[in-house]
C-alpha cells in the first residue's frame, strides 16, 4: 500500500483559487491512475477528477470543468489539482487518491476502484 499525503486546502471567497497537492510516500512503477475525490457534510463522496498516468487521460466531473484542472509533474511524482472560479458548492473534504497498478485506457469510475487514499484536505468556499 502506497501511502498518500494531500494538502493545500484552505479556506478561500467565491472567485477564489486553491491548489491541491497529493504525493505518494512509496516507489510507484507501472501505470496507475490517480485522482481527486471530494464530500461534503450529508453527501455522498463524489469524484472531481482523475488522470491516467499511461496516457495522460483525464476526467472532470461536470460541475468543475473549465474551472478545475489536474495535471501530473512524472519528475516530482506529484499529483496537483488547480482550482480556479471556486463556488460556496465547492466546499468539502478533498481527498486523493490512486489505484496502483492499473492497467486500462481510462480511470475507473467508482470510488471503490481506488486502493490507495490520502487523510484529506479540507475546502471551504465563503459567498
Known amino acids: 500500500v502506497v501511502q498518500l499525503v494531500d494538502s493545500g486546502g484552505g479556506s478561500v471567497q467565491a472567485g477564489g483559487s486553491l491548489r491541491l497537492s497529493c504525493a505518494p510516500s512509496?516507489?510507484?512503477?507501472?501505470?496507475?491512475?490517480m485522482g481527486w475525490f471530494r464530500q461534503a457534510p450529508g453527501k455522498e463522496r463524489e469524484r472531481v477528477a482523475t488522470?491516467?498516468?499511461?496516457?495522460?487521460?483525464?476526467y472532470y466531473a461536470d460541475s468543475v470543468k473549465g474551472r478545475f484542472t489536474i495535471s501530473h509533474d512524472s519528475a516530482e511524482n506529484t499529483l496537483y489539482l488547480q482550482m480556479n472560479s471556486l463556488k460556496p458548492d465547492d466546499t468539502a473534504m478533498y481527498y486523493c487518491?490512486?489505484?496502483?497498478?492499473?492497467?486500462?485506457?481510462?480511470?475507473?469510475?467508482?470510488?471503490?476502484?481506488?486502493?490507495?487514499w490520502g487523510q484529506g484536505t479540507q475546502v471551504t468556499v465563503s459567498s
Open positions: 512509496g516507489y510507484t512503477t507501472g501505470d496507475y491512475c
Open positions: 488522470i491516467y498516468i499511461g496516457n495522460s487521460r483525464t
Open positions: 487518491a490512486a489505484r496502483i497498478p492499473y492497467y486500462g485506457w481510462r480511470c475507473p469510475d467508482s470510488e471503490y476502484e481506488y486502493n490507495n
